[in-house]
């Protein structure tokens, strides 16, 4: 201890080799300090990446399988056995139209009433398939939406939040269609545009809680700016989507003969394909949402830096 009463160095106390002034020189280079953005779901809370869009949706497939897999095989199932029933009766009610035997008035006349009667049926067929559409898309974006943020979900609590926004989805995704339609009538280039354009409108009303007019609006803002990055991408989930699909039917195609002769009955020959149809659109339709979803996420965070509150809400 020395004089002052504090603890002393080991050497203090003899004496001491004279010490040299510094030698001036550059000073070392400082490390940049970098924090990793976090990542509380399935893609990290900054711009994204192509290929990390891409991935996030594959990982949202596979955090939730029950929720995304479940309800896409739900859909499928009700969409193409009622199309299947749909073409069966088309098929059963004109079949005699095309054999080579002679008709007469009364022939045509009957043939005329079955068709109308087939024609009304598939009315029913047509509602179904966009209803159950409709919730699907909807309640894949909720979960998508979780899944950023890492929460679980139900399929009865995402069902529970489309509810509410049932009739302005359905709403949405008439208009939506009716454009792509009058697009496809006029050029193939303005549907185009249009569908891209347009193509975030679905997110924005289920994610943002906003109206149909609003919701437009909003797909038109984080689009205008990126629609060629926004297309390329769409276009690339489409191409995998297109190819993953051919992949999956390709073993029901060779069951069922190919393109040769059948080697089935018609009847056996349609269920098989069918079962195929199903088990693509199971797997194609979860991708399709969640790539649109997280460019949805990525234009937000690009424009208005959702990436903070995305943050914010996972902490809290």
């Not at 891409?54 to 497939?61: F, R």
């Not at 049926?121 to 950023?148: D, F, R, S």
């Not at 990055?229 to 489409?238: C, E, P, Q, W």
Request: a positive charge; charged letters at 10%.
């Amino acid at each position: 201890m020395n004089d002052t009463g504090g603890w002393s160095a080991p050497d203090e106390g003899r004496p001491q080799d004279p010490v040299p002034p510094p030698t001036p020189g550059p000073m070392p280079p400082q490390q940049p300090y970098y924090q990793a953005p976090p990542k509380p779901g399935v893609i990290p809370l900054r711009p994204l990446g192509v290929g990390e869009i891409l991935d996030g949706a594959i990982a949202t497939i596979r955090r939730y399988p029950k929720q995304m897999l479940g309800l896409s095989a739900l859909v499928a199932v009700v969409s193409n056995v009622l199309s299947v029933g749909t073409l069966t009766l088309l098929r059963t009610q004109t079949s005699y139209l095309a054999s080579d035997l002679p008709l007469n008035a009364n022939d045509l006349d009957i043939a005329s009433d079955n068709l109308r009667i087939a024609l009304l049926a598939t009315i029913p067929t047509v509602v179904i398939n966009l209803l159950t559409q409709v919730v699907l898309a909807g309640m894949l974006t909720i979960v998508v939406g979780k899944a950023i943020l890492g929460q679980p979900i139900t399929a009865r609590e995402a069902w529970r939040q489309v509810v509410p926004r049932f009739w302005p989805l359905l709403g949405a995704s008439l208009l939506y269609t009716l454009m792509i339609i009058g697009g496809t009538v006029a050029l193939i280039i303005p549907a185009v545009w249009l569908y891209v354009l347009f193509s975030l409108t679905s997110n924005a009303l289920m994610l943002e809680g906003a109206k149909v007019g609003r919701a437009f609006g909003r797909s038109r803002e984080l689009v205008n700016q990126a629609w060629w990055r926004t297309f390329g991408i769409l276009l690339l989930a489409s191409l995998i989507t297109g190819i993953l699909a051919y992949i999956v039917n390709i073993p029901f195609t060779l069951i069922t003969g190919g393109l040769g002769t059948p080697t089935m009955s018609l009847g056996a020959t349609i269920l098989i394909v069918t079962i195929g149809q199903i088990i693509a659109d199971t797997i194609v339709q979860p991708f399709v949402s969640g790539v649109t979803t997280l460019v949805y996420i990525d234009r937000r965070i690009r424009r208005e830096g959702l990436d903070i509150q995305l943050a914010r809400q996972a902490a809290g």
